[in-house]
Every structure is written in structure tokens, then in C-alpha cells.
T-cell receptor, first 115, second 114 residues
Framework: SAVISQKPSRDICQRGTSLTIQCQVD?????MFWYRQQPGQSLTLIAT?????????ESGFVIDKFPISRPNLTFSTLTVSNMSPEDSSIYLC????????????FGSGTRLTVV | AQKVTQAQTEISVVEKEDVTLDCVYE???????LFWYKQPPSGELVFLIR??????QNEISGRYSWNFQKSTSSFNFTITASQVVDSAVYFC???????????FGKGTHLIIQP
């Protein structure tokens, strides 16, 4: 299965600023996703990161707030823009490997606190 | 739209008891995949099992077993002889086959008391 390196692991940020989270995979993968997990809640899909084209956002998430880049098949970034305390969450990158061991692998997450 | 329901918000049992976590799903896809993940207090998501829609065989892995029933749209997870290390939040998730992200249930917080 793929191994994901996600950075930073945690950060404390001032409101109004932006944070960019990086997701590096050790192999080429077609599908990459970004999720948010608010405190004590489940995971919610933010968007699918598409290589070479604009990300596909789920309802309730917009590109201006969560711009995503996917320059190649092993790397993606998620930016949380103009942060407010409500953005305090764990953000997770995920990839899916479409082989006989089909499954979704998750990064270790970025724990973001906005003060 | 896809939906996953984990009706049990929190379960607390004494060590060595058996415990079953319920998962009910909704989807219009004929091909789909169901997953269980464990999230310990450290926060990482640990993959436990994947089951596809055309394989209704139950599965046992050590103390873990899974019961998939398409007729009731359920994919329940049982831990036998529970241990304190099993304490975590367990998520059931539904996927359409790789092109889409997963839809997660709200999770069940399992507490195993010594």
C-alpha cells in the first residue's frame, strides 16, 4: 500500500492567516482526497485533488477557502485560507490504490488550531 | 446520495466482554465498498477491513469479525474478548469504487474498562 507523508503534523495559527498543508505519497496514485475532521466529529470529504486540473469540491466547500494544488501524481497541497477558529480541525490527505488490495490510505493528519 | 449510519455514539464494556458495533448504509450504486477504520486517541486512521458489495462472506481476523448483510444494508463489526487497547473511535465508511472519496459514519466511541 502507499505511504503518505503529511506536513505539518500540527500548527497553531492566528485568525485571518492561511496555512498550506502538504501531502507526499511514495508512489504514483490516481486519486487523492482531502478530508476535514472537526473536534469530536466524523470525517467529511472536502475535495478530490485532480492532477492537471481544478479540484472537485464537495457541497459546502469552495475553492476560495480551500484552494488545492495537484502538480503531479505524488503530491498535493491544501490551503486553509483566511482562517477563523471554526477552521480548527484535523485535515487528512487520503489516496486510493486501485489494485487487488484496493483500499484507501490516510495520512497521519494535520491538527490545526486557530486562535 | 450515500449515507452511513452508526447509531451507537458510545459503548462502554468491561474487558473480555464481546461487543458489536453496528453500521447501516444507503447507496444506489450496485457496486460499492464498505470499510471499517479505527482511530485511537493518537488520531491516526487505521484500516481494519474492506468488503465489496458482491462478496457477502463474513470474515474473521483474530478477535475481530465482520457480518455483511446486503438484505439489511448492514456491515456490523464484532470484537470478541475485548481488551483495553481496543478503546478507540471506530468508523464505518462507504465508497463507490475508487473514483470517489469515502462517506463516513459518525463513529462509535468504544471504551473498554479494565
Amino acid at each position: 500500500s502507499a505511504v503518505i507523508s503529511q506536513k505539518p503534523s500540527r500548527d497553531i495559527c492566528q485568525r485571518g492567516t492561511s496555512l498550506t498543508i502538504q501531502c507526499q505519497v511514495d508512489s504514483q496514485v490516481t486519486m487523492m482526497f482531502w478530508y476535514r475532521q472537526q473536534p469530536g466529529q466524523s470525517l467529511t470529504l472536502i475535495a478530490t485533488a485532480n492532477q492537471g486540473s481544478e479540484a472537485t469540491y464537495e457541497s459546502g466547500f469552495v475553492i476560495d477557502k480551500f484552494p488545492i494544488s495537484r502538480p503531479n501524481l505524488t503530491f498535493s497541497t491544501l490551503t486553509v485560507s483566511n482562517m477563523s477558529p471554526e477552521d480548527s480541525s484535523i485535515y487528512l490527505c487520503s489516496v486510493v490504490v486501485l489494485d487487488t488490495n484496493y483500499g484507501y490510505t490516510f495520512g497521519s493528519g494535520t491538527r490545526l488550531t486557530v486562535v | 446520495a450515500q449515507k452511513v449510519t452508526q447509531a451507537q455514539t458510545e459503548i462502554s464494556v468491561v474487558e473480555k466482554e464481546d461487543v458489536t458495533l453496528d453500521c447501516v448504509y444507503e447507496t444506489r450504486d450496485t457496486t460499492y465498498y464498505l470499510f471499517w477504520y479505527k482511530q485511537p486517541p493518537s488520531g491516526e486512521l487505521v484500516f481494519l477491513i474492506r468488503r465489496n458489495s458482491f462478496d457477502e462472506q463474513n470474515e474473521i481476523s483474530g478477535r475481530y469479525s465482520w457480518n455483511f448483510q446486503k438484505s439489511t444494508s448492514s456491515f456490523n463489526f464484532t470484537i470478541t474478548a475485548s481488551q483495553v487497547v481496543d478503546s478507540a473511535v471506530y468508523f464505518c465508511a462507504l465508497g463507490g469504487g475508487g473514483a470517489d472519496g469515502l462517506t463516513f459514519g459518525k463513529g462509535t466511541h468504544l471504551i473498554i474498562q479494565p
